[in-house]
């Protein structure tokens, strides 16, 4: 028998009524115009908007919230408390570490890291297997 994910909505405080399906695999709220690869895991807490993609086997962690447009590759780690602003690009086996802001527009290459509590300005690029540990980008 398939599993059908639960189906939620909400009200925006315009009036407008959003709506959202659990992923199957860890019970996160996925617009239904999302894509999400059925190995990726996506924690109950975490939001993705319409337009996004999440590759197979990635992990986006409690509370993150992957805005509009955001694409994650394959095997790459969201951690807890996350916001990925609109159109940005995570590669693969990237990594972004818990608490971290990343503005609207950024490029975080394969294999790169962004430590926690970090910032990321809009429009920044984090080179293919960087490593950014400090500071504001």
Known sequence: MARVAARVEFEAD???????????????LVSPQ???????????????EAG???G???RVGSGSWLD??????????????VHLGP???VG???????????????????????EADQI???GTSVATGAHRASGRA
Do not use: C, F, P
């Open 87 to 89: 159109a940005t690009r």
């Open 68 to 81: 509009e447009g955001v694409v994650v590759g394959s095997d790459a780690l969201i951690g807890n408390n």
């Open 52 to 54: 996004a993609t999440v």
């Open 14 to 28: 315009n009036g407008r009524v959003i709506k959202y399906v659990r992923h199957t695999n860890g019970g996160g």
């Open 92 to 114: 693969n086996r990237a990594q972004v570490g818990a608490n971290a802001r990343v503005g609207s527009s950024v490029v975080i290459g394969q294999g790169a890291r962004v």
């Open 120 to 122: 990321v300005a809009d």
């Open 34 to 48: 999302a894509k999400v690869d059925g190995d990726a895991y996506v924690a109950a807490t975490a939001y993705v």
């Open 56 to 58: 197979a086997r990635a």
